[in-house]
């Protein structure tokens, strides 16, 4: 289940949490690639966020809002409106994909914000109207996080 203290606050159905638990979430980072996978230790991530001296990051995607389709214009330009606001925040950023392995939902262009805590992450991707994100700590293991209101649902 994904991490969310209250469960009446839960906004994914079953089948939208299955499928956030088995993405692959893949970044391109200094040293090759990082693949991560919720609740599964990764200590290339753990090695990353130490070498930055940091000690959490978060993936975050604007793609799709709401869970629902949407035009990849669309898509782009909000993926830039994302990208230009983590820059504001002087994040070291790494780009990269939600990827659904089973190849029935399109991959998602994502960044992987390292020192981005998971509440400024959380209120981040409810504007862009996301149902959840990925967030980890210094042990490196990635855990979904359900946001309780995510603007698509305002």
């Known amino acids: 289940m994904a991490d969310n203290p209250d469960p009446a606050a839960a906004v994914l159905t079953a089948e939208q949490r299955h499928a956030f638990r088995g993405a692959h979430y893949r970044f391109k980072a200094a040293g090759g690639e990082l693949l991560l996978a919720i609740d599964r230790s990764s ?3 753990r090695r990353l966020l130490r070498e930055h001296g940091q000690t959490c990051a978060a993936a975050i995607t604007a793609y799709n809002p709401g869970g629902r389709l949407r035009d990849e214009e669309s898509n782009r330009h909000a993926q830039q409106q994302l990208e230009r606001e983590l820059q504001t925040l002087a994040l070291t950023c790494f780009p990269g994909r939600h990827e659904d392995p089973a190849g029935q939902w ?6 992987l914000a ?9 209120r981040i991707a409810a504007r862009y ?8 700590d210094a042990t490196g293991t990635p855990r979904l996080i359900e946001i309780a209101e995510p603007a698509s649902r305002l």
């Open 106 to 111: 399109p991959a998602e262009i994502s960044t």
């Open 129 to 136: 109207g996301q149902l959840a994100i990925v967030c980890c």
């Open 114 to 122: 390292l020192g981005l805590p998971c509440p400024a992450a959380c």
């Open 43 to 45: 200590e290339p991530l």
